[in-house]
């Protein structure tokens, strides 16, 4: 076999979709594993696999050492390290290189030039990328804040330069507010941080989150393929990801796709990246950070523009050019709802265990990318996502009533899941109304879809034919060792989680 | 056969009488003295498609849940609910055992760590008060007191692994 | 609930597929079913399900007052026929409307005006679409063969007026070749049908089979959607079909299209249709037939062009317009790959039966539409495709890749498929050079892939290991009863059917 | 625990002994005297992982074939064989069991139906000569004799419903 090999140096989701791209280019995929993981989708799916340690990731997916010897046992010598654990550690970049592998990403200097926060953002703001307006040193009175509001526009914060944690920070929403919150602001920092030190900052009101995918491959050149809304986030995790965005005009695109460029082009960035910016109401666009690593959500882009991100990610990393050789035009609307094995009927707390049943949906517009199938056993010690829903539709609409119709032909046995969670946000008119700001889970509710009254009578009688089956002794029962147990007792105590419904 | 079920739900639908005159494939049960009637088809250990007289078809997916209770998945909802025979529940309540008790145990709702007790025997604790974090998944979870009372025991140490539905914690019994 | 119902009067695969249009439309989906599909997946995803009768077509899935009476007690409105049963019986459709049901699918006029093949040739030859040239009457001499020839071309075919079956027929590739062929036909002709009379047609030599989607409204606009590209054929039966076809430029698209769409307004043509044409190699195409239906491979149409055909016909029976309002271009390549309970080691010989374990495809690139899913029995009583993998690249090149992924990833225990057939022929030669005709199949054998040295080492090594495991009693036995039944002895006499491999 | 398979192919590849010093997780298994060795996990009843020492790794799924044989699906390839402990293996072939013998019946493929009987006992047929019609998902199979001999017995009526694997004639023995 002398196709070259790649090692992933990653698990669930993410590796498999590497495999996939392997296979696509005719690379020989290579899997690590930790005890955890030994029987797990993207071992089974691979050419060969390493063990590399115990659960815990820092001592298996997050020692550089362990995966660059695996690479050398089962000459491999493609190193792709997906999203999380290592994938954004200029370190091991450089340790892969060093050890005369080829690292499937951006350079280390690109990694690191991105990896720090103010750093980045000296940087990209030398290119002309704008940041979020703010003042660089304490205001010496309110009238340097009130200049500071002419020329930025309203409304603005005012922060304690000693401060952090919300406190002694005021809104101020005019000129003509300014002194008295200048002074109020003064005073609160005096009395919570022993400094009167005052800045003022642009306030950005309702922003949402939208980034634009960046591509540069080995000859120079850079492009961009559009944007993703991923404004909804729970804990500031990304939950559900759109492109295109409904905020985004064609013009608007066009100008953050060429900042985002010029972002990239600043730090010399190679293979696929993303750059986040906070968008304002009105239009007005500033840098956050750049993502270097392909992303969980990169499938929305891949459905709406026709592009393989990972298989451009592999063919970069080999010296050829990227294969897209013309500008591509958006086509259609593309959510994904990340499906994590939570339960959001007890505040999304992890569920792990065994998938004893699994329906993924499928026909028109619906692609799944996951890294379990039934039997799989989600372990306790990684990231809980199980799957991937990406939906297609010609437009917004048709997109959002296939992903209703994905997620309620789903089933997921065994643990319990986000699905549901989906379904009650698919239906809430803010969201279909497309008005949606990095704010709206924090004031987003979960409420279980109720069953109607016919849907109760079913479930109750299933169970009681069930249990009479069971009694009869002549059918299967309920799988997973009810069997065995039989009718449960009256439980004499609910568990502190309570009730579900 | 007669059974009882006990929804989640509080108010009259709490507790609700069934009754298999026939089983599957053509099925009649007596709900509340309601009669509800068709087909009904076994496609895989637990999984079921009911067709109601009136045609309804619905595909119903029964496992037990961690807790011992009956997990019901049916599309886009899951309802869960003690399922027993009429015999089983009357001589269940009769023993003292059937009756909704205020919590006395605190179990782990998932497969963890404990990371951190935050309460000793003898610590009054007031409702919703955290009393320990549970590490799952790279997420830390409070775990809070099911209602006011006093900690009798604390079962497990911090360090320690535990399944789910594993008793974290006592309560001192309040009746 | 007062959402419209709509009842599919069809069973597996494509019933599911109507489901899933149907609840993209928000109307709710009634199945009907006969003993052998009580638990099949497209009763267990819908709303509601009638049963229709014994396991024989022509006792349930084929009897129209049964379809119609299950219609009328669930309070379907409209009637979706999918593709084979009764879908092109004009009686049928009438009898639906008949009932005051509403028929998705064109009008019973349309449907008999091209169910018959002589008679729906008349009707679009008059509407300028070209068919195959040939002699109406015998032909007196040589010298008309000649003329003929003259006129449209060599090669011609000399066909015994009285003839069938291929017997005395002769190929002429010049008019010098003429007066020898015809005075040997003539006596040929005479010796087999006891007949002399002789005509000629043009000999359209290694053509493909290519046909155009169209997609008419009420308000009578008619579109073209393209063509598909599917001369793959085994027994006549379609089995792997492409879009576009890579023998297609846009200048001949361009026209088969505007000829399709006379076709079809020949016909005053409602709802999504199919225009089949044979193409020669010089470019020059005749129409063979229309079919007055949705068909099985439409979804290559629909990824190519981003449309969603069946929601369309559901719309269009509502009376609303087509919801494409401009022009669509084609993006990308899709096949689609027709996966039968059949085992391609033994002649394609059916293989009904349990499904024990089933792993569908999954990633980039890849829309499974099914109608099973594990733990489903294929029953012995109807077409036994299971599966349709459908799968898009951004072109022919990188869709052949994915398929093969695709199909290396599945897993279909309990019965054999299809799938090793499909990869032995994506492999093909002349197939990726897309050298083929309706013929290439007849003169392709299939191979199974040999496993490697180190491959049979493994299916070894695994039998041993199980088998160690089952007599030391500690793990799980193959599934499926060998656990119960040990190993299995030598078995005395070699069934029929002899060896795989 | 020794072990032999007797593959389809031809050959000096057609038997093989096979001899487990170790079982999973950390097998150990000598192929005609060669060693493999690596590290061996059950996914699901009968679907096993092989990592083996170079690092390769092959998911081969295990089931009993219809006629009592092994089948073994790997990727794009299916293999089919017998696999038999060495003493049973022993057994059979020293009472005569064990050798390939000429088929003495015809059973089916496939489950079907008889649609047509084309030969009665005492019938001389031919090796490949048509015997009778099966039809099975709309199709008609024709079943051919496997090899020339005499019908013993047809076991089968015209119309009668088979399952794979059932006998449909015998043919006299030839030995």
Not at chain 1, 418 to 427: D, H, K, N, Q, V
Request: hydrophobic residues 45%; proline residues 6%.
């Amino acid at each position: 076999m002398n196709r070259p090999r790649l090692l992933i140096a990653n698990r669930g989701e993410i590796a498999a979709r590497i495999i996939r791209a392997c296979r696509d280019l005719g690379v020989s995929p290579v899997a690590v594993f930790s005890d955890a993981d030994r029987t797990s989708l993207h071992v089974r799916l691979a050419d060969a696999a390493v063990h590399i340690g115990p659960p815990p990731a820092r001592e298996s997916y997050l020692v550089p050492e362990k995966l660059i010897a695996a690479a050398k046992k089962t000459g491999a010598t493609f190193i792709h390290p997906g999203y999380g654990f290592l994938a954004e550690n200029a370190a091991f970049a450089q340790m892969v290189i060093d050890a005369g592998l080829v690292w499937v990403g951006p350079s280390p200097g690109s990694i690191s030039a991105m990896g720090s926060k103010t750093a980045s953002r000296a940087k990209v703001m030398a290119a002309g990328v704008p940041i979020v307006p703010g003042m660089t040193t304490p205001a010496k009175d309110a009238a340097e804040v009130v200049a500071f509001g002419e020329k930025n526009g309203y409304p603005l914060l005012l922060k304690a330069a000693a401060g952090g944690g919300g406190k002694g920070m005021r809104v101020v929403r005019s000129a003509g507010e300014v002194p008295a919150a200048f002074a109020r602001a003064q005073s609160e920092a005096k009395s919570y941080f022993a400094d009167p030190a005052v800045y003022a900052e642009l306030f950005v009101e309702k922003s949402r989150h939208v980034e634009i995918q960046v591509l540069g491959d080995q000859t120079g050149r850079i492009i961009a393929l559009g944007e993703r809304e991923c404004s909804l986030q729970r804990r500031h995790q990304k939950v559900l990801e759109e492109c295109p965005s409904a905020a985004v005009t064609p013009e608007l695109r066009a100008r953050m796709e060429k900042v985002a460029v010029a972002a990239a082009r600043a730090v010399d960035y190679v293979s696929a990246g993303t750059v986040e910016f906070l968008l304002a109401k009105d239009g007005r666009f500033f840098f956050l950070e750049m993502n270097t690593r392909i992303q969980v959500e990169h499938p929305v882009t891949e459905v709406v523009y026709g592009v393989d991100l990972v298989a451009e990610m592999i063919r970069i990393a080999r010296g050829e050019p990227m294969s897209i050789e013309m500008r591509l035009e958006p086509r259609g609307h593309a959510l994904q709802c990340r499906i994590y094995a939570e339960d959001p009927a007890r505040g999304f707390a992890p569920s792990p265990g065994k998938i004893r049943r699994l329906r993924r949906p499928q026909g028109p517009g619906v692609r799944v990318d996951s890294g379990v199938e039934e039997g799989d056993v989600v372990p306790l010690d990684y990231d809980a996502m199980l799957a991937k829903f990406v939906i297609w539709g010609k437009d917004r609409d048709e997109a959002i009533r296939r992903a209703r119709r994905a997620l309620g032909e789903a089933r997921v046995e065994g643990i319990e899941t986000t699905i549901p969670f989906f379904l009650a946000m698919l239906e809430d008119p803010e969201f279909l109304a497309n008005d949606v700001s990095t704010q709206f889970l924090d004031g987003w509710t979960y409420q279980a879809a109720t069953e109607t009254e016919e849907q109760q009578s079913a479930a109750l009688v299933a169970g009681a034919l069930d249990a009479f089956e069971r009694a009869q002794g002549s059918r299967p029962a309920a799988s997973g060792g009810a069997g065995t147990a039989g009718l449960s007792p009256w439980r004499t105590a609910r568990p502190t989680f309570g009730v579900r419904s | 056969m007669k059974l009882r079920a006990r929804l989640p739900a509080s108010g009259p639908k709490g507790d609700v009488r069934l009754e298999v005159a026939h089983g599957a494939p053509s099925f009649r049960v007596q709900l509340d003295g309601r009669t509800l009637a068709g087909e009904a088809a076994v496609f895989r250990p637990g999984i079921w498609s009911l067709v109601f007289e009136d045609g309804r078809q619905i595909e119903v997916s029964l496992e037990p849940a961690s807790d011992g209770a009956l997990r019901v998945q049916f599309g886009s909802a899951i309802l869960t609910f003690d399922l027993q025979d009429e015999l089983t529940a009357l001589a269940l309540v009769s023993s003292g055992r059937g009756k909704t008790k205020r919590a006395d145990v605190v179990a782990a709702a998932m497969p963890g760590r404990v990371l951190k007790l935050m309460v000793a025997p003898g610590d009054v604790v007031a409702s919703g008060q955290p009393i320990l974090v549970l590490e799952a998944m790279k997420m830390e979870n409070e775990v809070k007191a099911p209602r006011e009372g006093v900690v009798e025991s604390v079962v497990v140490a911090a360090g320690q692994a535990v399944s789910a539905g594993e008793i974290l914690i006592r309560l001192k019994s309040d009746g």
